[in-house]
Nanobody, 111 residues
Framework: QVQLVESGGGLVQPGGSLRLSCAASRSIISINAMGWYRQAPGKQREWVAIITRRGNTGYADSVKGRFTISRDSSKNTVYLQMTSLKPEDTAVYYC?????WGQGTQVTVSS
């Protein structure tokens, strides 16, 4: 089991950028995969991006080319760099590691 704490959310204008962080309570080296999910008001939680233990990455079509997932194992942290943000990216973003979830961080894209 691992505790996850997200940070970095906020209010940003369309076209802007944000970087989310997910800090884990222990080493992430042995975790098979870590990912980001999001949930907009009135919608189901959806997968956004994933990074495997080997460093392979995957993205939902809606964010491909705009979002980048990365990790720093020395800091036990996974990041989500978000660029060219759109209003439809507004959601609570959650970090996931196997069966563990963080509490989420709000991202609002609005002018």
């Amino acid at each position: 089991q691992v505790q996850l704490v997200e940070s970095g959310g906020g209010l940003v204008q369309p076209g802007g950028s944000l970087r989310l962080s997910c800090a884990a309570s222990r080493s992430i080296i042995s975790i098979n995969a870590m990912g980001w999910y999001r949930q907009a008001p009135g919608k189901q939680r959806e997968w956004v991006a994933i990074i495997t233990r080997r460093g392979n990455t995957g993205y939902a079509d809606s964010v491909k080319g705009r979002f980048t997932i990365s990790r720093d194992s020395s800091k036990n942290t996974v990041y989500l760099q978000m660029t060219s943000l759109k209003p439809e990216d507004t959601a609570v973003y959650y970090c996931n590691a196997d069966k563990d979830w963080g509490q989420g961080t709000q991202v609002t894209v609005s002018s």
